[in-house]
Nanobody
């Protein structure tokens, strides 16, 4: 069984910073991609993800402000969030993806951590 646990969320003022952490544990020895999604009413959007080789992808709305990184040895992924805006307010979910030899993709999710940016 794989479990993902997020931490680092909280309440900050506009322009502040937070660093989210996600720890993965269980039987999986490695993940092809790890990333962060955020949940807004009616939608869940990709914020950023990173491959095991370090290639990154960001939503346009966070480029230049957020930085994703990972520690492969520890199966952890981080999201450094700077210059936070009220529109960044959401529940942030950690995601880890495994590509099976059969090409079946398995996604694992954390329970989420709340990020609130006050105006």
């Amino acid at each position: 069984q794989v479990q993902l646990v997020e931490s680092g969320g909280g309440l900050v003022q506009t322009g502040g910073s937070l660093r989210l952490s996600c720890s993965a544990s269980g039987s999986i020895f490695s993940f092809n991609e790890m990333g962060w999604y955020r949940q807004a009413p009616g939608m869940r959007e990709l914020v950023a993800d990173i491959t095991s080789d370090g290639a990154t992808n960001y939503a346009d709305s966070v480029k230049g402000r957020f930085t994703i990184s990972r520690d492969n040895a520890k199966n952890m992924v981080f999201l450094q969030m700077n210059s936070l805006k009220p529109e960044d307010t959401a529940v942030y979910y950690c995601n880890a993806r495994v590509h099976r030899p059969s090409k079946i993709v398995s996604d694992y999710w954390g329970q989420g951590t709340q990020v609130t940016v006050s105006s």
